[in-house]
């Protein structure tokens, strides 16, 4: 079993920034993701990056949002700029990941980003 451990979310002020830090336990790791929920609201995908570095962003983060990932700490990374008050979510990691041949989606346990006004 693989676990995606999260960490770096926080309170922030509106214009403020903040990195998230998401690393996985052991295995082969492909695409990894950063999605959001908000109370009342559907997971939503911020970021995407696959296991060469290509990234991938929703239109509402482009230009304030960046993923990387390092492969040797299988690791992947969200750094958040000019936060404002609407990215106030619960952040969760993504990650395609092979163990022995088995191929399996895992998930963060969460972590929270709140942007005071």
């Known amino acids: 079993q693989v676990q995606l451990v999260e960490s770096g979310g926080g309170l922030v002020q509106a214009g403020g920034s903040l990195r998230l830090s998401c690393t996985a336990s052991?295995?082969?790791?492909?695409?990894m993701a950063w999605y959001r929920q908000a109370p009342g609201k559907q997971r939503e995908l911020v970021a995407g990056?696959?296991?060469?570095?290509?990234?991938n962003y929703a239109d509402s983060v482009k230009g304030r949002f960046t993923i990387s990932r390092d492969n040797a700490k299988k690791t992947v990374y969200l750094q958040m700029n000019s936060l404002k008050p609407p990215a106030t979510a619960a952040y969760y990691c993504?990650?395609?990941?092979?163990?022995?041949?088995?191929?399996?989606?895992?998930w963060g346990q969460g972590t929270q980003v709140t942007v005071s006004s």
């Open positions: 052991t295995g082969n790791i492909y695409t």
């Open positions: 993504n990650a395609d990941v092979s163990v022995w041949l088995v191929r399996k989606v895992y």
């Open positions: 990056i696959t296991a060469g570095g290509s990234p």
